[in-house]
């Protein structure tokens, strides 16, 4: 219980950011993908949720990628409010998170792009994500089409390729405790700040 009074007012994104290294250091046989969340979109009254990989996390936000034509591209661009959940289930932990998620700028994107593998690059031209495949082969045909146009170059990328910033308005940490009597801090955000309070179970 120590542990947990000395943290209950530490800034909500140093908490998540020292959560996030513990799920990292629990390694890759108890906590496979550590920076895996489910990401909640909605654009019509239709909520729709996936899991998606963390990249990236500071002050200003949460931030992923993706293809921006996508059903969840086009959901966030259509409505920028999202939710993210994140659980790391051997440390009985969960984070939830809320705001408003919006595109990275592009030089952002690209340093980004960069870093990643070429397969990952040039699946990320070829894949027309969300939209049914039509033929069987079309999908290798483009690959192989991508492999030939960014021959002995690098591959640029794709202006349909991005990512998205979550600002949270509010963070949820949920530890679980026996009797199901589990701890929630729910903090919002506050002009500058951040307000707390201990939620029920
Ligand atoms: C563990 C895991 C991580 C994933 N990470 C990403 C990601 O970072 N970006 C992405 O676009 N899709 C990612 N996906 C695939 C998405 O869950 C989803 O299938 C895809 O993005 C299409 O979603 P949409 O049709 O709702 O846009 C991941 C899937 C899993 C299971």
Redesign the pocket.
């Known amino acids: 219980m120590a542990a947990i009074e000395r943290a209950l007012f530490s800034a909500p994104f140093q908490r998540f950011a020292a959560l996030l290294e513990e799920a990292r250091r629990a390694g890759p046989e108890r906590i496979p993908?550590p920076t895996?969340f489910t990401l909640a979109t909605c654009a019509d009254g239709q909520p729709?949720a996936?899991?998606?990989?963390l990249k990236g996390v500071d002050e200003a936000g949460f931030v992923?990628?993706?293809?921006y034509e996508?059903?969840?591209?086009r959901e966030l661009l259509a409505n920028p409010r999202a939710a993210m959940c994140f659980h790391w289930a051997p440390l009985e932990l969960q984070v939830r998170v809320e705001g408003r998620a919006l595109p990275v700028d592009s030089a952002e994107a690209d340093v980004y792009f960069a870093t990643r593998a070429r397969g990952s690059q040039i699946g990320a031209w070829a894949s027309h994500?969300?939209e049914p495949l039509t033929r069987e082969g079309e999908l290798e045909e483009r690959v192989a089409d991508f492999e030939r146009k960014f021959e002995r170059r690098s591959v640029a990328r794709p202006p349909h390729w991005s990512g998205f910033r979550l600002s949270p308005e509010r963070i949820e940490f949920w530890k679980g405790m026996p009797n199901r009597l589990h701890h929630r801090e729910l903090y919002r955000r506050s002009g500058d700040g951040w307000q707390v309070e201990i939620l029920n179970p």
């Open positions: 993908e895996a729709s996936r899991m998606i990989l992923f990628y993706t293809n996508s059903r969840k591209g994500q969300s």
